[in-house]
């Protein structure tokens, strides 16, 4: 168990319903930009999540009517142009480490998109499992309108597996804004709500996975991150091991005694 609830992050906003860990940037009156001290902090509470046994789920919440900006002009891309090469690797290493940290956090992270979702923005919603928006949102990899490749944080190899390779690379090449719509089409957003109702059908939905079981939930999350880089054979495999697993934990126990019981199963995540 961690101490993940008495967190008090600075440069974040959160605050749990339930199960649920309610996260979401906090300078909504320039867009919830990205700064460096954001980022590492972001990146550090998703790394401990995976240790925290009393969450089971994340939503990644708008904050104003808006996601996020990206990294923010003055704060990062500024003071980006006056580093060295060691000092741009060493915070692009960063910011996939972002990424990498919400693909490993072993807890299901649903993005709630409202309005703008851009830049590094539009990486953390493609970093997540699950994706709500609004008919509002708009989101762009605009990597390539700053004068940028679209192959940032992880973008060339997950969203290609999201929305296919076509769709992926117009969107990478041109920098152009993905409305609500195409995103439900192309199968970027798996469903479009009302503003008024994004965040509490998010946290609802989130509430209804954490109520499930946890460890299933992360061998999950865990195959469908690491079976990217296996052959057919390999993943079966792999899955036949991690059910294998499953099948030890108490919470397969009371899914079993629940049916036989006619009553609905209360599990524990372990």
Known sequence: MTAIRDTQPKHFRLRFEGDVAVVSLDRPERKNPLTFESYAELRDWFRELHYAEDVGAVVFASNGGNFSSGGDVHDIIGPLLDMDMK???RFTRMTGDLVKAIVNCGKPVLAAIDGVCVGAGAIIAMASDIRFATPEAKTAFLFTRVGLAGCDMGACAILPRIIGQGRAAELLYSGRAMSAEEGERWGFHNRIVPADRLEAEAVAFAQRIAEGPGFGHMMTKTMLAQEWSMSIEQAIEAE????????????FRRAYDAFVAKAKPVFAGD
């Open 87 to 89: 000092g741009l690797l």
């Open 240 to 251: 036949a091991q991690a059910q294998a697993i499953c099948m030890q934990t108490k919470d």
